[in-house]
């Protein structure tokens, strides 16, 4: 025990979240205890038979304006903020008859849930507390003299130091508890906030906040001498974050990352149109394929790029089935995640103890508006979410020759890619399945070389007589500056090719293609992932 162990005789509980409540309250008037609360809770309490003080008892004052206040006033907030040791608190509580506050017990109102189902503007607001945060910052500033407690999950760690030390808490445990309740308040604020910018559409507000509750600690970073944590932002958004681990080991930083870019990539391909898989490696996509169904769909995508498969995530977009379950238990692979799995396909995942799969419940919409943010040295970079969708993009035909029906399908495909792939990019398509990827390059042309080139490797490694970029589509996640990157692509074999266009040397680049009877097809709009 600390040297600064506290008695709890009197606890002041006011939760929206009910669970645990009752039976937290009965074990704390087990150690005498005087239980005061509020509103709901309160009649919470009253049900189960415990003895409890109406907080309006002790102020003085009936809760009022639709339960907005009832809590600020000086006999709480005197008995929370009061520091017993200082003879002048003491004197001031005596002479204002003010009882101290042990425990405090809040959880806020649900503000980001009720933002996350999509309610009105006035219920929003509703649901911004503010009794709470003042209440759970006053206690937590009085650590020395107050344990706060923000959720259920710590009840028992509060019940296991009274039970062990008669009825008292130690400092180390009201510390703890003080700086998750100031995070709470921060995480809390910060939804307010943002979901505020968002409302009145500022896209740049003089300040702005983000917080998250822990999902889990990570063993660590993207190396081992890092540290690292996992958290879940506000907000419904399928993918990783929602995801739940049906077997395996504990995912690794480097797992969660690769496995949101091949989740978030595979969501750009509607499961009612066609099954679709993603595979990822280091963050980019090394094969993504479309077909009829999702044992195609892995085949084709692991054909782009074997080699770089070994060892890496695979995304689909549909239930997880047993045939592709079975084909992936072929190579070493990391991670799977889907919307969901079948029985089947869970048991043959399990045969494998060690490879992850995740279900997420549904896909993550590419089209949602949101914010990424970026750390760089004394700052942040915050930017709303590349949610453009090349179904929605007017392409516009600027060569001599316009695509193919069977093209411009492929061409969409790979421009669906370029998106989530690092830049500079260039992707080579062919039957709606990548043939070549060409990543994060400091130079388009020699993107469009690696891409070639590994395409080169996979027709060698399945014996075909030629590489398939024959005949195929090409994706530039931006403009050619010269045409030297396109000439490259042609001499590969792509006969069509998508770009943002926007270089003063479009013209050079189109000359270029007609030149080669090349279809190009200009998006406007750019897909730079850096």
């Not at 009085?142 to 008669?166: C, F, R, S, W």
């Not at 939804?191 to 559409?201: G, K, P």
């Not at 093209?407 to 989530?420: G, I």
């Not at 005949?471 to 010269?482: E, K, R, T, Y």
């Amino acid at each position: 025990m600390s040297s600064h162990p506290r008695r709890i005789t009197r606890a002041l509980l006011s939760v929206s979240d009910k669970a645990g409540l009752v039976d937290f309250a009965k074990k704390l008037a087990d150690h005498s205890v005087e239980l005061i609360s509020t509103g709901g809770t309160a009649r919470t309490l009253k049900a189960a038979r415990l003895t409890v003080i109406d907080v309006a008892e002790i102020t003085g004052f009936p809760e009022m304006m639709d339960g907005r206040v009832k809590t600020l006033h000086p006999k709480v907030h005197g008995g929370l903020l009061a520091i017993r040791g200082n003879k002048e608190h003491v004197a001031a509580m005596k002479k204002h008859h003010i009882n101290p506050i042990d425990l405090l017990v809040v959880n806020l109102y649900p503000f980001e849930a009720t933002v996350a189902k999509g309610a009105s503007f006035d219920d929003c607001i509703e649901n911004i507390d503010i009794g709470g945060p003042a209440m759970i910052r006053a206690g937590a500033k009085n650590h020395m003299d107050v344990t706060v407690v923000i959720e259920p999950a710590d009840y028992e760690k509060v019940l296991g130091e009274m039970a062990q030390h008669g009825g008292m808490v130690s400092l180390e445990l009201r510390q703890s508890l003080a700086a998750k309740a100031y995070a709470r308040t921060a995480a809390y604020d910060a939804a307010i906030s943002n979901w505020f910018a968002e409302t009145l559409h500022a896209d740049a507000p003089d300040y702005r906040a983000f917080g998250g509750k822990l999902v889990e600690a990570l063993r660590y970073g993207e190396n081992p001498h890092q540290s690292a944590a996992f958290y879940r932002s506000p907000g419904e958004r399928y993918g990783v974050a929602t995801a739940r681990q049906l077997q395996g080991k504990q995912l690794s930083y480097n797992n969660i990352n690769d496995t949101d870019a091949a989740y978030e990539c595979v969501a750009e391909f509607d499961p009612n149109r066609t099954a679709a898989c993603v595979i990822v490696k280091h963050a980019n996509p090394c094969g993504v394929a479309e077909a009829d169904n999702l044992l195609d769909s892995y085949r084709k995508a692991l054909a782009c790029d074997a080699t770089s498969a070994f060892g890496g995530i695979v995304a689909f977009n549909r239930k997880l089935d047993a045939e592709a379950a079975r084909a992936i238990t072929e190579i070493f692979t990391e991670v799977i995640i889907a919307p969901e799995a079948s029985e089947e396909a869970t048991k043959i995942i399990a045969a494998k103890k060690n490879l992850r799969l995740l279900v997420a419940g549904g896909l993550p919409d590419p089209r949602a508006k949101g914010l990424t943010v970026k750390s760089v040295a004394g700052g942040l970079l915050v930017q709303s979410r590349d949610n453009a969708v090349v179904d929605e993009m007017q392409l516009k035909v600027v060569t001599r020759r316009a695509p193919s029906e069977t093209e411009l399908a492929d061409l969409q495909f790979a421009f669906r890619v370029a998106k989530h792939v690092k830049s500079n990019t260039i992707v080579y398509a062919k039957n709606r399945a990548t043939v070549g990827i060409g990543a994060g390059q400091m130079s388009r042309v020699d993107a469009a070389r690696i891409a070639a080139r590994k395409a080169e490797d996979a027709a060698k490694e399945m014996k075909l007589p030629a590489p398939l970029t024959k005949g195929s589509v090409i994706a530039s996640d931006a403009f050619f500056p010269f045409p030297d990157g396109l000439l490259v692509a042609i001499e590969a074999g792509a006969t069509a090719v998508i770009q943002p266009g926007g270089s003063v040397r479009d013209d050079d680049v189109i000359k270029a293609a007609d030149e080669h009877n090349i279809a190009m097809v200009f998006t406007g709009v750019r897909h730079f992932r850096h």
